[in-house]
């Protein structure tokens, strides 16, 4: 299982990012994908999941209504839309997967929100 994210930046309040993450290794169609985040300083969060059709979502309520999920099968990949960022979204973002009760994880990409 390989999970490769990628996308992060530094960013002024306000504005946007897509991160992506690439999957390899395992049947990406058939699983949840997760975003999580960690803040400096913190313990890891969720932030997002899809499930495998990709027409169902939940999110985490800081995030609700200005953050995206989405994924495309035929690529392998899962994307996280990120507007109206804030401070508080400075965070490590990093994709995950469960299978057969085993957590994967990306490398993660750094998200930098400050003016």
């Known amino acids: 299982v390989q999970l490769v994210e990628s996308g992060g930046g530094l960013v002024q309040p306000g504005g946007s990012l897509r991160l992506s993450c690439a999957a390899s290794?395992?049947?990406?169609?058939?699983?949840?994908m997760k975003w999580y985040r960690q803040p400096p300083g913190k313990q890891r969060e969720f932030v997002a999941l899809?499930?495998?059709?990709?027409?169902?979502?939940h999110y985490a309520d800081s995030v609700k209504g200005r953050f995206t999920i989405s994924r495309d099968n035929a690529k392998n990949t899962v994307y996280l839309q990120m507007n109206s960022l804030k401070p508080e979204d400075t965070a490590v973002y990093y994709c995950?997967?469960?299978?057969?009760?085993?957590?994967?994880w990306g490398q993660g990409t750094q998200v930098t929100v400050s003016a």
């Open positions: 995950a997967v469960l299978i057969s009760s085993q957590d994967y």
């Open positions: 899809i499930i495998p059709t990709g027409d169902g979502t």
């Open positions: 290794g395992f049947p990406f169609s058939s699983y949840h």
